[in-house]
Structures are given as C-alpha cells and as structure tokens.
C-alpha cells in the first residue's frame, strides 16, 4: 500500500508538470498575479475533467471483461431478459422512473447485456418527449415493427417537442398507445388530426383548467377510435361525450370533468358491454332529465370495477330539486362480476330519491369481495370498517392480511369494498349493516365499529344494537365535547352484563371483541376495573357456529379525552385476566387497531390508473425523468 500511495503522488506530480507544459505550449497568458493564477486552475480543472472522462473510457474494456466472468453472465437469455424487464416495466407494462438511466447502465454492463438488450425490441417500444433525442432514434430503430407506445409530454420548449413527434410521426402505422399532455392546437392539428386503426389506449391530460382552442376531442385522430380499449381523459375539457363513438372500450376514466353528459356517458356503457373499469372522479353532471320510461338496465357482465368518487350532480326531477347522481347510474346498470367498487356520496336535500332508494341499489359487500380467483383467500373472513360518523358513514371492506397475501402470493385479484355517503340517516345505515352482513360469523366477518358523536355525547342505543354481533372485533367510540361520565359507566355496564341472544342463550355482549378505543369519554377508573372483573370473572360463556367458546381476550386503548388514568387503575385493569394490553394514545397504542400494510394488486393491467403524471411529469415511483436524456448521453459508449 505505502509503494501504491507513493506510485500515486508522483504521478500527480508528474501530471501537474504535463498539464503546465502543454498549458505553455498553447501560449494562453501570464501566471503572475491573483487572475492569471485563477485562470490557470480553470483551465487545469477542464483539462482534469477531460482526463477523467477519457480515464473512464479507457476503463470499459476491462470493466466488461470483469463483468463477463460474473456468476450471473451463466444465465440463459431468455432468464435475463426476463429480468431486465422487471427492472424495466411495472407489472401493469408501464415505464419504471429513469427508464433511459436503467437501460443505458445495463447496456454498459458488459458487450453480452448490451447484445441481449439490444435485440430485444420490446425493450425498445415506449418512448416520450423527454427522453433524449438520441435515444428516441435509437428506439425507433431498434424496436423494429413491434406496436408502440409514446408519450407527448408537453415538453419545456417548442422546438423539442416538434423534433420528437417529427421523428415518431414517420411510425404513426405503429401506434397503440398514445398519451397527450398539455395539448397545443397546432399539434394536435399536425400530428393527432389522422385516424388511427391501431390506436388501442389514448391518454388525455392537463395542468390547466382549459386546452388550447381548437385542442378538442373530435380534432384527436380525426375523432375515428372504433378499435379504442382505454381512454383516460383527466380536465380535458372540451370533449363532447355526445360525438363520441366507442365499441371496443375496456377502460374508461374521466377526471374533473364540469357538466358531463349523463345521457351521453349511458350510451358510452350501452355501447361498449365488454367494459371492464369505469372511473368518474370530481365530475358536475349538467341537468338531467330521466327518460320515460326508464330503459332496461344495461348489463355490464365483464365490468370488474366501478369507481365514483367526488361526484356531485344537479339534475331535474319530476318532483323538482336536486338529486343523487350515483342513484341514476345503479339504476341503470348491471354489474354482476364487479369485484372493486367504490362510491363517495352525498345525500342533497329534496332528493327526487329517498335514501332507502339509495342503499337498497348499493352493491352487497360481501358479494363483491368474495369475488377473487384465489381458493385460499376465501379461507379468511372479510375484515369490514363501518365508522359512524357525525354527517356521514363509511364502510370498507376487503381481504384480511393472510387473505391478500394467499392472493398475492398466488397472482390473484384483491377484491375491495367502499362506500362513503354524506347525511345518509344513521337508522338506515345500521338496517342495511344487518340485511348485508348480520348473519356472518367470525369465521367469516371480522367487523371493526367506530362511532363518533358530536353534540349531546353518545348514544347507548348504537352499541346496543350491535352487541349480539359476535363478529365485532374492535370496538371505537369517540364522544364529543359533551361526553358525561355518566355514559362511561352505562358503557362499562353493557359490556360486563350478560344478554339474551335471539334463541334464548344467555351471551356475553361483544364475544369476540379483540380491541376497545375510548376517546373524548371521561370516566372513573374504578367503573372500568369493575366492568372488566365482571366480564372476564363471569362464568358465562358464549354460543358461536362452532359451539360453545371463550371471551376472546381484550386490548384497551384509553386516547385523548379519556379519564380515569391514575396509575393505581390502570395497574388494577392490567391485572385482570383476559386483558391483553392496555395502551395510552401518548404511548402509540393507535398501532394496535391501525391499518395493516397493504399488498397491491399486480394481477390485472387494469388495476392501476397510469395518467395524468404528477405535477410536471413525474414517472411510476414520483421521481421527475428531466435528466433522462443526459443520462442516455453519459451511458452512450
């Protein structure tokens, strides 16, 4: 080491004396003073930084004669091919962040990986206005005539985004995907205006409230998009749904979207029966007025997901007023095979529909999450949220965490349930709980309750209603501002005194209750001991499906507003048998009931919303592709 660290530093002598010859040779000026001196160290660092980077070339070749011994060069191609399309593309066949970057090092690899890459021409197939110009030429010629997918990202400057459509324009015969961004007229005029038989996913976006005039829908390929599969137009505002004409659609999302055709969109769905995702999200639906009388309800047998959120819709009634666009859309559809639905509403005073209407068209929950192609995520119980809140109610329902994993693991659909409805009465929710889900058992439901009240503290009758469930395994209540200790110790009460079950078994309320939250609840300390002493210390014992069973054991959780914390107490409740644990929210005991790592659903293309990129382009993992083309450069050996 001592004669290699030597060797060193009288090379670096040496290369200082070398860099001031041939810097006098080249005549450039006077060292004395503080500007020559500063001078000659810029012109030494460029001098460097040459050296460097042909230090680096010179380094290939025995860089790849390393890598070619590598354990991994025994692979057979097909194995790393494979691979390096993993490394390449998402599961749903879209570009991974810094896809030139990636491409460009395995190139540099070794002459084998730059081979095997280069005669992969799906490698080669999906380009954008971002990437370098270089690499645009080089994956136009190397993808050969396989389909291709380009991306128009509305670049930072004019001139570059008419080099590279200029250069994709010559291969439009090979376009099955394109997506737009931040049209132009006079590129849409030039390059979008001509029809497109192979076009199968067309992808419209953005950033502003308006395109460009004369950016319309029916200018996009001369409006002809009968062999269209997906098309996701995100505040495209200038398409007239009622011009359009679509037979082949898979996928069809709109997003911020002001006075949608309603009419329009139900011959869209009439149109295309072999749909498999409808997206609405933040759409106003301009007035509507039924037909009459109501056509029969288009069935939709391959839909998978429906999706409505932030939705909002005037629309004229018989009875005038405003009414609930989602009650339209169920009325009028039939979607027997959906295993996705997701539904944010909201109830409108003098509704032409009653929220009994409503409720009554929602899909059953567990209908649609029993629909997975995965045997062994049937082996686990629907895990459901139903949170009761002060102006709405949400229920979840989806898989338990073994359950996506079976599916996960086994490449299966993740089946998933949500539905969130502004001012729907209380009563109502609560009925429609028990037609859909009242007679489950544990084995098959595991249901997670929340009730959050606002004026006037809690209600007894909310939990009483539920306390023959012996699927509620979490048990949430958040009391308001108003709670009375008073309404603790009835709580306490009730879970510590047995009732009559519907076939005369005497039961403990809540059997199978895993978890209690109390927040906003004052209370003394000794009602709580008491009423755990009571219900573990009770011989009472509990009727199931399965027999006769133990109290499950139970973890407390005492969050902010919540009294009775001497430790004298709290020491007492840890000592009860059945108690499992008992947490304070300052100590993060939120971990014990929060929401388990979710466990995406890779199996189907259709799954995952690609468009619009967010903010100024940003690709699949959120990491911006400006410096793409350099990186293409930089690798380019």
């Known amino acids: 080491m001592q004669g290699l660290k030597q060797a060193s530093e009288q090379c670096a002598a040496e290369f200082w004396e070398a860099f001031q010859r041939l810097d006098g040779m080249l005549d450039t000026g006077s060292e004395s003073g503080f500007e020559g001196i500063d001078a000659l160290l810029k012109r030494f660092d460029s001098f460097k930084a040459t050296f460097d980077d042909l230090v680096r070339q010179t380094e290939v070749k025995p860089i790849r004669q390393r890598n070619a011994l590598l354990p991994i060069q025994k692979l057979p191609d097909e194995l790393l091919q494979l691979i390096f399309h993993l490394l390449l ?5 879209l570009r991974r962040s810094h896809y030139v970057r990636r491409i460009s090092t395995l190139r540099a690899v070794s002459w084998s990986w730059r081979n095997l890459i280069d005669r992969a021409p799906l490698f080669w197939a999906h380009i954008s206005s971002k990437d370098h110009a270089d690499f645009v030429s080089e994956a136009l010629e190397k993808s050969l005539n396989l389909p291709l997918h ?7 400057t004019h001139e570059r ?5 200029d250069k994709v324009f010559a291969h439009r015969h090979r376009w099955e995907s394109v997506a737009i961004h931040e049209p132009q007229a006079e590129l849409v005029q030039t390059y979008f205006h001509f029809p497109a038989p192979t076009l199968k996913k067309l992808l419209l976006s953005t950033d502003s409230r308006q395109p460009s005039e004369g950016a319309g829908f029916n200018k996009v390929f001369g409006g002809e998009l009968e062999n269209l599969e997906v ?11 009622s011009d359009t004409h679509f037979t082949q659609l898979r996928v069809l ?4 979207y002001d006075r949608l055709n309603m009419g329009a969109i139900f011959n869209i769905l009439a149109g295309n029966p072999c749909l498999e995702v409808f997206r609405l999200d933040f759409i106003a639906f301009a007035p509507y007025t039924p037909p009459h009388p109501i056509p029969s309800p288009i069935a939709l047998e391959s839909l998978q997901e429906l999706t409505w959120t932030n939705v909002r819709q005037e629309v004229e009634t018989p009875t005038g007023g405003s009414d609930v666009a989602l009650t339209r859309i169920l009325q009028r559809i039939r979607v027997p095979t959906c295993s996705k639905f997701e539904v944010d509403s909201w109830l409108q005073d003098g509704s032409g529909v009653s929220p009994e209407e409503l409720v009554r068209l929602i899909l059953p929950p567990m209908q649609v999450t029993a629909r997975t192609t995965c045997e062994k995520s049937n082996l686990h119980p629907i895990v459901v949220d139903a949170s009761f809140g002060e102006s709405e109610f949400q229920l979840k329902a989806s898989r338990g965490v073994e359950g996506r994993r079976e599916a996960s693991r086994g490449s299966c659909s993740t089946p998933s349930f949500s539905i969130k409805v502004g001012a729907l009465p209380r009563s109502i929710a609560k009925r429609w709980m028990t037609d859909q889900l009242g007679g489950e058992s544990a084995r098959t439901l595991e249901l997670r309750l929340s009730f959050e009240y606002a004026e006037g503290g809690p209600s007894l009758g909310d939990v009483i209603y539920f306390q023959e469930w012996e699927s509620v395994s979490k048990l949430d209540i958040n009391g308001g501002s108003e709670s009375q200790q008073s309404i603790a110790r009835e709580l306490f009460l009730l879970l510590s005194t047995p009732c009559d079950s519907a076939n005369g078994v005497k039961i403990m309320p809540f059997p199978a209750l895993q978890t209690l939250r109390l927040s906003n609840l004052p209370f003394k300390g000794k009602d709580l001991v008491a009423s755990m002493t009571a219900r573990f210390g009770s011989d009472t014992t509990i009727a199931s499906g ?25 020491d007492k409740i840890r000592a009860i048998p059945g108690i499992k644990a008992l947490k304070l929210f300052e100590e993060k005991a939120f971990s014990l009931f929060g929401e388990p790592p979710t466990i995406h659903d890779t199996s189907s293309i259709l799954s995952v919303s690609d468009w619009p990129p967010l903010g100024p382009f940003i690709e699949e993992s959120g990491n911006s592709s400006e410096s793409e083309g350099d990186a293409h450069s930089e690798n380019h050996t």
């Not at 380009?150 to 930072?156: A, E, I, K, L, T």
């Not at 985004?161 to 459509?165: K, N, T, V």
Request: charged share 25%; net charge negative.
């Open 150 to 156: 380009v991306r128009s990202m509305g670049s930072d």
């Open 546 to 570: 399965d027999g006769v069973s133990a109290l499950a054991a139970l973890s407390i959780i005492l969050a902010d507003g919540a009294g009775g914390r001497t430790e004298e107490y709290l």
């Open 89 to 93: 593309f998402t599961t749903t066949g």
């Open 253 to 256: 999302e709109i997003e911020d």
């Open 231 to 241: 098309l996701r137009a995100v505040r495209w505002k200038t398409i007239e749904w």
């Open 161 to 165: 985004e008419l080099a590279f459509l």
